[in-house]
């Protein structure tokens, strides 16, 4: 089993707003996310949350996810202004109760463009000590799959805005598995990015 996890913890400086709450074709980018990991066979998905945590919280249960009996859960990474690395330790810590969970399938709140069918392959087969990341014509993106062998390592290295990329330089059992045909890997980060991927 591979569980999703969403890092949607962000301010959005440069958008004015936290991206998870910002919306495209009239749906919020954290619900849009959430959908496309539990498309893309991901489940439980865990949001983890920073900036305006409750109002992000009921845009998910608006939408029926989060909600008690649902699939969706919801944590709070207290110290996320420190950046990704926060909502990445705080997310994993949420899953290790999970006996039956393999890996985690981490994804990005700010990337539209990457649906159900990039994640489906990033996770196919997945286990224990398994570790991809997705690829953009070869180049290293998200999402990124960690095996459950994989966390405390992880977590030990997150810091700042780096998240996992400290723990997977240069490593020699890095599985990069190519997206680039189903998937656009572009973050959205200002109002105008947001307009021109509105308009496509």
């Known amino acids: 089993m591979v569980a999703g996890l969403l890092l949607a913890g962000g301010a959005g400086r440069r958008m004015g707003t ?14 849009r996310a959430v959908k496309a990991l539990q498309a893309g066979g991901c489940g439980p998905v865990t949001v983890v949350l ?4 409750d109002a992000v919280t009921d ?5 029926g ?5 649902s699939d969706v859960g919801v944590v709070v990474a207290e110290d ?7 909502s990445l330790r705080r997310g994993l810590g949420s899953l290790t109760h999970l006996a039956g969970t393999g890996a985690a399938l981490v994804h990005l709140v700010d990337l539209p463009g ?11 087969g997945a286990g224990h000590a398994s570790l991809r990341r997705a690829a953009y014509d070869g180049v290293p993106g998200h999402p990124v799959l960690l095996g459950r ?21 240069g490593r020699a059992d890095l599985e990069l598995v190519e997206c680039g ?3 656009v890997p572009d973050d959205v980060d200002t109002p105008a990015q947001l307009r021109r991927l509105a308009a496509t």
């Open 59 to 63: 845009v998910l249960r608006s939408a």
């Open 18 to 31: 936290p991206k998870a709450l910002v919306r495209l074709h009239g749906e919020p980018l954290a619900v």
């Open 50 to 53: 920073g900036a305006r945590a």
């Open 65 to 69: 996810l989060g909600t008690e009996g």
């Open 80 to 86: 996320w202004d420190e950046g990704m690395g926060a």
């Open 181 to 183: 045909d189903v998937a």
């Open 149 to 169: 062998d994989h966390w405390s390592g992880v977590a030990g290295l997150a810091a700042g805005d780096a998240g996992a990329r400290d723990y997977l330089a």
């Open 114 to 124: 990457v649906g159900p069918e990039a994640i489906r392959r990033v996770t196919e």
